[in-house]
């Protein structure tokens, strides 16, 4: 995390320009204060640009709004409704610039959001960096730089952390960069193929592919003076639903650790997966055991995962474990004085 910075010079600058990459689900009602505010942190750079919103079939008239309105974005749009990983994957695919920024359409960006960021691709390992994410309307942070945490063989990825005392001369480690708002070099982005569509419709994606990131040889970075302001969703109202959201979230977290663990490591994850699926039948959590026969089922799917990731570790010569990735979160930690919260 923390080394000593390596500006970057103009003419690397001048090389790094900037496509936008929105997935969007009924979020025409943002559009006229998120993309306002896109467009005055884009021009704010002074490099070339490209918007990219690809429509995941809404039913609000979102895509006639940008037709009409905004008719130099490019916008592509899905037959059927097909989740984040489907409809983002179709964006970095069609982009042009170096660096691509995955933007979620209900995030409205700082105007001097990206100036802070560039110097992070003078380093040859940085895979991305993620700004801070606080509230759209108040300052409260949802996001700060993420902290790897393992509950016996489980990663957990709901702690956040941030210096006491910010420093310029520091850069910031994160496990995963938030597809909520990720710059990130379109070339890496390629190598790993984009996000991995086994994970839809919804959770897990962004830290799959951050893992694989870091696991195959890049770094991920925070940087606290990069915000967005962020418009949380409302609550869901009915159990069912609920009981659904929670059944692919954890089916999600099951695919991750079975493609990212291996020998002791997975042993012990399955066991301890058997004992909690055991603990949650007997207390009638029955979404739990819906999630696991999802995961039999699409074991093959998992399994190919797994190998493509493995080819990927090949032609990079790197392959780092879980575990190893936590130490190096653990050594760049050294000595500061750092505040940690769950987001």
């Known amino acids: 995390m923390y080394k000593e910075k390596q500006f970057i010079t103009p003419s690397v600058l ?10 969007n689900y009924n979020g025409v009602h943002l559009f006229p204060e998120t993309l306002a505010a896109l467009y005055k942190a884009l021009e704010y750079t002074g490099k070339k640009y490209e918007i990219i919103i690809i429509d995941d079939h809404s039913t609000d008239g979102s ?31 069609a982009a042009g610039h170096e660096l691509v920024l995955l933007l979620n359409s209900d995030v409205k960006l700082s105007e001097k959001y990206f100036i802070d960021q560039f110097k992070y691709f003078d380093l040859p390992d940085t895979f991305g960096v993620m700004g801070k994410i606080i509230g ?22 709901s702690m956040n952390y941030l210096p006491v005392e910010p420093q310029d001369d520091t850069y910031l480690l994160s496990l995963y960069l938030s597809g909520a708002n990720a710059l990130i070099r379109r070339d890496k982005l390629l190598l790993l193929d984009g996000f991995n569509e086994l994970y839809s419709p919804f959770y897990m994606e962004d830290v799959d592919l951050s893992a694989r990131a870091w696991r195959s040889g890049h770094t991920c970075y925070f940087e606290p003076l990069s915000v967005c302001r962020h418009k949380t969703s409302e609550s869901i109202r009915t159990k069912e639903k609920k009981k659904h959201i929670r059944s692919i979230y954890n089916r999600n977290k099951l695919y991750f650790h079975a493609i990212h663990l291996s020998g002791f490591g997975f042993t012990g994850w399955a066991i301890q997966t058997l004992f909690e699926l055991i603990f949650r039948l007997v207390t009638l959590r029955g979404d739990y055991l819906k999630s696991f026969m999802e995961l039999l089922k ?46």
Request: net charge positive; hydrophobic share 35%; with cysteine.
């Open 14 to 23: 001048k090389d790094l320009n900037i496509s936008v990459v929105i997935p």
């Open 63 to 93: 895509a006639d709004y940008l037709r009409k309105h905004y008719p130099e974005i490019i916008l592509l749009e899905n037959e059927r409704n097909s989740g984040f990983s489907v409809t983002i994957n179709k964006g970095i695919f």
């Open 136 to 157: 759209w309307e108040d300052e409260k942070i949802q996001d700060g730089a993420k902290y790897p945490v393992f509950e016996g063989f489980k990663l957990k990825t």
């Open 298 to 343: 699409n074991w093959e799917a998992v399994k190919r995962s797994s190998e493509d990731f493995e080819q990927v570790c090949k032609n990079t010569g790197r392959k780092l474990s879980l575990r190893s990735v936590k130490k190096i979160f653990q050594r760049s930690l050294n000595g500061k004085e750092i505040k940690f919260f769950r987001g």
